[in-house]
């Protein structure tokens, strides 16, 4: 019974709960980027390079024989994955960086002076515009 106690004690930790509501969202937030790359992103970029899927490179090391399949090393499907990280990168760069600025708060003006403030102030302009000692 004390280790079943130690496990709920370590699961219901605040941090564990926080990072498994992290993780979630994590997951619902990757789906979001991914289509804004893949439908967003990713067109008019190829559309720039004319076309180009390096998905479909690859070099064959063996041909098929009978039952065996061929062994194939398909380098353009890990270039692309260069390509989607970089453009993910970028996306997720751009995205924290237009959140961090709508986030800043904008040049306020200076809050009004105190009550102490005021007095003072005009305590320093009465005895600067009083005459010194001859």
């Keep these: 019974m004390r ?10 930790r605040g941090n564990v ?12 937030f990757s789906k979001i980027v ?4 893949e439908d ?3 067109p008019p970029i190829g559309l720039l390079v004319g ?10 090391l063996k041909a098929a024989s009978g039952a065996a399949p061929a062994v194939v090393l398909r380098y353009g499907q890990f270039i692309q994955a260069i390509f989607d990280f970089i453009i993910v990168a970028w996306a997720i760069f751009m995205l ?21 403030q005021q007095l003072l102030t005009e305590i320093r ?8 000692p001859p």
């Excluded at 904008?106 to 009550?115: F, I, L, S, V, Y």
């Design 3 to 12: 280790l079943i106690q130690e496990f709920k004690t370590f699961a219901m």
């Design 51 to 60: 076309g180009v899927d390096f998905r479909n490179l690859s070099v064959t």
């Design 40 to 42: 967003l992103i990713t």
């Design 125 to 132: 302009d009465l005895l600067a515009a009083k005459p010194g």
């Design 34 to 37: 991914s289509s804004a790359v």
């Design 96 to 116: 924290v960086k237009l959140i961090n600025r709508l986030q800043k708060p904008k040049d306020a003006a200076p809050p009004p002076p105190t009550k102490d």
């Design 17 to 28: 709960v926080d990072m498994a509501v992290g993780v979630v969202i994590g997951a619902a």
